[in-house]
């Protein structure tokens, strides 16, 4: 069987992977790549002299124009060999670092020689993988099927909508078994619904009237090149005409209103480009293209790639001031990934194809790094002023400080949990925890920083570690993987510390407390008082939620339900917990303002709070003895000491250019 199969492993010696790939996509461009001399020498002439060759690329060509119905139609044809062979879907996916890949929604699937239908199975223990005989004579096979785009957005939520669509290609493809991603050549092509625009890191080779063929690539680059089309496009330059690498913004709405982007942001977000390229010294893409999708009807993510990152928020995100807070470090974050992610990337996190399992151990550095980064720059490119990021900042310590699931879960065990913790309720997140990789790496690589400026003397800092680790050399997309090791040796070129003693006591064991050394080592005190957050506030409004975390310790839906209590709190003391409604305080129906009112009187009075609370059919009351009043949290100034945190969110090149 395996002397007959097109793309499975086809001999037992331990290189039989390249070995597949050298039979079957020799004429690859990533496949020369791979074939250094000493690997030629090392391989048994009669390994591959016994295997045939085909040297043609696999077409996946997608009609996209049912997209306001969310449904992709896909088309792939796959050159073959008479005999057994297996085909999968990509599984794990990078970026989502999980078993994300949307099987689920792979409908009408059907497998033809020609003219002749090919009967298929699924694998019974491994659900992407689908196994099929091809016929004698055959020399390519053509795999059809339609991806239900309904809930395939990276956060869940549709993928499409009346006027706009966001194609990620591993949804649309199958590829031989036991390939390496590098090695598949692939030749793309789309039918958009008519007369609509897109956006991609892709080469347009042809595009006649609504098809659009792209240039070869390898499977990893397709993967890695996400297309955004829409009725309402608008592109923006980012960089000067002719300057290499060109940088754009591609945005995609549901009305020209939408995409009215203001000549403050733009010029904020040139400032990112530029900002990023002074802080890196050094770039690893030939383009780069900002995918930004703007609407209320899909899902809302930010993903990564090495040219492009794939980005989508509330319709009203450009123009709306609450929204607009909230999402301004989507793109400066999935901008940093080109440089930390995608170029340097945990070894556990770089797989030769989407079949095999990631390891997330290190995503505290993958996404906690580019979350410090991510918020640094969008400071620096003036999207958020230095006020701006500190009140986001003691919303994250805050948080972070009041999580009671650290007393049992270690930092690292959130991220190796990631495949886990992904897409969960509310509920309990607290005692739980969630991906607290991200926000953590806010805090943890800020004590990174104010340490190397005290270490050397002010003569250093993070920058220093940035432009060594994930700057390099300037050139097209490349993968650098990395240990735990090799961080730390990178942090002891720039500044001398014990960095495995600490990163290992941040990440593997377990404390009550958030680590807030950098906060205090920067110049800034995280405090309490009853002044408004902005960000409390315009999450509040967005949302819909009214919060008392750091008070009474919990936060309540629209509808007064509890979303979750956190354990410790004054709240869980009194027996409250998440799923339970709040009906009234202090004897009044629950408003935000009544339990607000109600904060500030038990201060004065110092009588325990009364609430009624509904839970299931049954209503109860319950006395909360909390006197300390509300608890908004914000960053204060210590006085005497270095303001350091000032000096990081500093432009490296000067004010932002008004246009
Ligand atoms: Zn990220």
Redesign the pocket.
């Given at each position: 069987m395996a002397s007959l199969t097109g793309f499975t492993r086809a001999c037992s010696c331990r290189l039989s992977p390249l070995l597949s790939r050298l039979s079957f996509f020799t004429e690859s461009p990533h496949v020369r790549r791979f074939l250094s001399v000493p690997l030629l020498i090392s391989v048994s002439v009669s390994c591959f002299a016994a295997r045939p060759i085909v040297s043609s690329s696999v077409r996946v060509a997608v009609d996209l124009t049912d997209a306001p119905r969310n449904i992709f139609h896909s088309s792939i044809t796959l050159p073959a060999i008479p005999g057994e062979i297996t085909l999968v879907y990509p599984k794990w996916i990078p970026g989502n670092h999980r078993p994300s890949g949307p099987i689920a929604n792979v409908a009408g699937l059907h497998f033809r020689a020609g003219n002749q239908e090919l009967a298929w199975h699924r694998d019974p223990i491994e659900m992407y993988s689908f196994h099929v005989t091809v016929p004698p004579g055959a020399k390519e096979i053509q795999a059809t099927f339609d991806l239900i785009s309904a809930d395939s957005a990276g956060g869940g939520g549709p993928a499409a909508s009346t006027n706009l669509l966001d194609l990620n290609w591993n949804q649309v493809v199958l590829y031989p078994d036991g390939v390496a991603s590098d090695a598949v050549e692939c030749l793309p092509s789309v039918r958009l619904p008519a007369g609509w625009k897109y956006g991609t890191a892709l080469t347009t080779a042809s595009a006649t009237g609504d098809e659009v063929t792209f240039s070869p690539v390898s499977l990893t680059t397709l993967v890695d090149s996400p297309l955004i089309a829409g009725a309402h496009y608008r592109q923006v330059e980012l960089v000067p005409a002719g300057e290499i690498p060109g940088q754009v913004m591609d945005m995609v709405a549901e009305s020209d209103a939408d995409l009215e982007i203001t000549p403050a942001d733009t010029a904020a977000y040139r400032k990112l480009v530029v900002e990023a390229d002074a802080l890196f010294g050094a770039h690893h893409y030939l383009q780069y293209h900002f995918l930004y999708t703007l609407s209320d009807s899909v899902g809302h993510h930010?993903l990564?790639h090495h040219q492009s990152s794939d980005n989508s928020a509330p319709g009203r995100t450009l123009l709306d001031p609450h929204k607009h807070l909230l999402e301004a470090d989507l793109l400066p974050?999935?901008f940093v990934?080109s440089w930390n992610?995608k170029y340097r990337r945990p070894a556990g996190l770089a797989t030769k194809n989407y079949q095999e399992p990631m390891i997330g151990d290190l995503l505290w550095v993958y996404?906690g790094l580019?979350d410090y980064l991510g918020n640094v720059l969008t400071a620096r490119s003036e999207l958020w002023s230095p006020e701006q990021y500190r009140e986001e900042l003691a919303m994250t310590a805050a948080m972070l400080d009041h999580r009671a699931g650290r007393n049992w879960r270690p930092l690292e065990d959130t991220a190796v949990s990631v495949q886990t913790l992904r897409m969960l309720g509310p509920q309990w997140e607290n005692w739980r925890r969630g991906l607290d990789y991200y926000p953590e790496g806010d805090l943890i690589w800020l004590e990174v920083d104010t340490i190397i400026r005290k270490q050397s003397g002010g003569r250093r800092s993070l920058d220093d570690f940035c432009r060594r680790f994930d700057g390099g050399e300037s050139g097209p997309p490349k993968v650098v993987t990395y240990t735990f090791d090799d961080l730390v040796r990178e942090l002891n070129a720039i500044a001398p510390y014990d960095w495995a003693g600490l990163l290992k006591e941040r990440v593997r064991a377990t404390s009550a407390h958030a680590p807030l050394g950098g906060i205090e080592g920067s110049g800034w005190r995280l405090v309490y008082n009853d002044k408004p957050n902005a960000f409390r506030t315009a999450r509040a409004e967005e949302s819909k939620m009214t919060s008392a975390a750091y008070s009474l310790g919990f936060t309540l839906g629209k509808e007064g339900q509890f979303i979750d209590v956190i354990p410790g709190s004054p709240a869980y003391q009194a027996g409250l917990g998440p799923g339970m409604k709040l009906i009234a305080v202090g004897g009044r129906a629950w408003t935000p303002t009544v339990l607000t009112q109600a904060l500030h009187s038990a201060q004065i009075n110092h009588q325990p709070i009364e609430v009624i609370v509904k839970n299931g059919e049954f209503f109860k009351t319950y006395s909360i003895p909390y006197f300390e009043g509300e608890k908004i949290p914000h960053l204060e100034r210590v006085e005497g000491q270095a303001d350091l945190l000032t000096e990081i969110l500093k432009p490296k090149t000067g004010p932002a250019a008004k246009e």
């Open positions: 930010g990564e974050h999935e990934h992610g996404e580019t």
